[in-house]
């Protein structure tokens, strides 16, 4: 199995940019498509971007397209959300999801296997 940290989370104030990082270990990083999600007080948790294994398959929820990227280094075991143009709607709890043996896991949660514990994102209007 894969234990992930995340980090990076904090206060920044509205059309800032925010990185977000997640660290894993544990298991071979590689074999694990990665996702973020988010969740918002008084809100379920929603999708927020995904990455396949090798990085060539991405996909984004329409609320974060064009303003956020997520990436991925194999090699330093981490997957990152860069996150610009940030909006006060974009506060919330995020999370990274691992899903253990898929090549992509997609936008939804019931495909992850793995949660890390989460990392606070406050924008300030």
């Known amino acids: 199995q894969v234990q992930l940290v995340e980090s990076g989370g904090g206060l920044v104030q509205a059309g800032g940019s925010l990185r977000v990082s997640c660290a894993a270990s544990g298991d071979t990083f590689s074999s694990y498509a990665m996702g973020w999600f988010r969740q918002a007080p008084g809100k379920e948790r929603e999708f927020v971007a995904a990455?396949?294994?090798?990085?060539?398959?991405?996909d984004y929820a329409d609320s974060v397209k064009g303003r956020f990227t997520i990436s991925r280094d194999n090699a330093k075991n981490t997957v990152f959300l860069q996150m610009n143009s940030l909006k006060p709607e974009d506060t919330a709890v995020y999370y990274c999801?691992?899903?253990?043996?898929?090549?992509?896991?997609?936008?939804?949660?019931?495909?992850?296997?793995?949660w890390g514990q989460g990392t606070q994102v406050t924008v300030s209007s």
């Open positions: 990455i396949s294994w090798s990085g060539g398959s991405l």
């Open positions: 999801a691992a899903a253990r043996a898929r090549y992509y896991g997609g936008y939804d949660p019931l495909n992850y296997d793995y």
